[in-house]
């Protein structure tokens, strides 16, 4: 009888260990991406550009240049995103790797009429954020962490339907 408790008592035990290896688990496997490097940036005018003032929104970050075909033409695809997805709480913020800074940068936002913000970024922060070649597009959820990141052009619909999903999940 001894025995019979024993070894119910170690099953018990066994099976509670399990129960909560396996809870952390799912815990660490919710939401398993990183979190964002944090920027502090300012735009054409000064005013600071942080991504901790979008906290609670869906953040693409895209890394470009004047001289990016690629860029260009993803531009405009972004003002449409920034457009039609802003009032769901999304926001593009343009992050400029161009060597010559504000000089090339103002009058390309000028005349293209970007409508979101835009930084020139330093190139510490285009190395914590793995850039390698231009376009690199960084979705960025509302808990400030990277959900996806695509070098090279992006497929548009593809990319609209990822916003989507981000902009849906749960607050």
């Not at 496997?29 to 942080?50: H, I, M, Q």
């Not at 000089?103 to 285009?126: G, H, M, Q, T």
């Not at 959900?147 to 916003?163: C, F, K, L, T, Y």
Request: aromatic share 10%; glycine share 6%.
């Amino acid at each position: 009888m001894k025995n019979q408790f024993i070894v119910v008592a170690m099953f018990a035990v066994v099976l509670h260990f399990a129960k909560l290896q396996v809870a952390v688990g799912q815990g660490a496997e919710e939401n398993p991406r990183k979190a964002a490097p944090v920027f502090s940036l300012t735009d054409a005018s000064g005013t600071p550009v942080r991504l901790s003032d979008y906290k609670g929104q869906v953040v693409l970050l895209n890394f470009w240049a004047t001289w990016c075909h690629g860029c260009k033409t993803e531009i405009p695809w972004y003002m449409d995103f920034q457009k039609k997805y802003k009032a769901q709480g999304f926001t593009v913020v343009g992050a400029s790797m161009d060597d010559e800074g504000w000089k090339v940068v103002k009058p390309f936002v000028k005349e293209k009429k970007l409508n979101y913000p835009v930084v020139i970024a330093s190139d510490e922060l285009a190395k914590q954020y793995g850039l390698r070649e231009m376009p690199l597009s960084v979705l960025i959820d509302r808990d400030g962490r990277i959900a996806d990141s695509h070098s090279g052009v992006v497929d548009r619909n593809a990319w609209e339907s990822e916003i989507q999903h981000l902009l849906n999940e749960k607050k």
